[in-house]
């Protein structure tokens, strides 16, 4: 089973503080993505990766930046974390070819920020 | 990528099957129709998807008009752990970079026992 795992379940964080959110796949998957989830907007994308030290801008990267050094790894970077940055944040990782649709998803990282 | 609508809230009873009606009245000829869908405190998960065809697998059904505009997810006979939010997702598949899918707000379907 493809596994997605996420550094933390719940964080809290205060404004003005640097803040790494880790996503670690075990599929090899070429893909990876970075979501925020809030109540009532649904999934929104913040940046994805499709190889190692590729990335791309997705719907709402205002505010945060990522890294890919190693395939199986994916993190994202609040430079200065703020209130409104508090949120839902989940990883995901897909193929490339064949079934890239299907997504997997790691258990999400809550984000407080005080 | 076409937009989707799909209604916020429904209702099954367990055992029934519930249907998950999408709109996508502007999908072009190659755009597939996706579903995922999202139990509470965890990330989404892949249902099923088509192009033009109705498609079965263990999980669901998934019934697309012959014009293409609009397709039901049907969940044969739902249980309890059925509540969920549904997405329907329309994409098109590009060749070069990742294949990234746009999730929107889904429909929470909550099942009554």
């Known amino acids: 089973d493809v596994k997605v795992t996420q550094s933390s379940r719940y964080l809290v964080k205060r404004t003005g503080e640097k803040v790494f959110l880790e996503c670690v796949q075990d599929?090899?998957?070429?893909?990876m993505f970075w979501y925020r989830q809030d109540p009532g907007l649904g999934l929104r994308l913040i940046y994805f990766?499709?190889?190692?030290?590729?990335?791309e801008k997705g719907d709402i990267p205002e505010g945060y930046s990522v890294s890919r050094e190693k395939k199986e790894r994916f993190s994202l970077i609040l430079e200065s974390a703020s209130t409104n940055q508090t949120s839902m944040y989940l990883c995901?990782?897909?193929?490339?070819?064949?079934?890239?649709?299907?997504?997997?998803f790691g258990p999400g990282t809550r984000l407080t920020v005080l | 990528d076409a937009k989707t609508t799909q209604p916020p809230s429904m209702d099954c009873a367990e055992g029934r099957a519930a249907n998950l009606p999408c709109n996508h009245s502007?999908?072009?000829?190659?755009?597939?129709v996706y579903w995922y869908r999202q139990i509470h405190s965890q990330g989404p998960q892949y249902i099923i998807h088509g192009l033009k065809n109705n498609e079965t697998n263990e999980m669901a059904s998934l019934i697309i008009t012959e014009d293409r505009k609009s397709s039901t997810l049907i969940l044969p006979h739902a249980t309890l752990r059925d509540t969920a939010v549904y997405y329907c997702i329309v994409r098109l598949r590009v060749l070069t970079g990742a294949n990234n899918l746009f999730f929107g707000t889904g429909t929470r379907l909550t099942v009554i026992p």
């Open positions: 995901a990782s897909s193929p490339s070819q064949r079934e890239w649709y299907e997504q997997f």
């Open positions: 502007t999908i072009s000829g190659n755009e597939y």
């Open positions: 990766s499709y190889d190692v030290k590729m990335k």
């Open positions: 599929m090899d998957h070429e893909n």
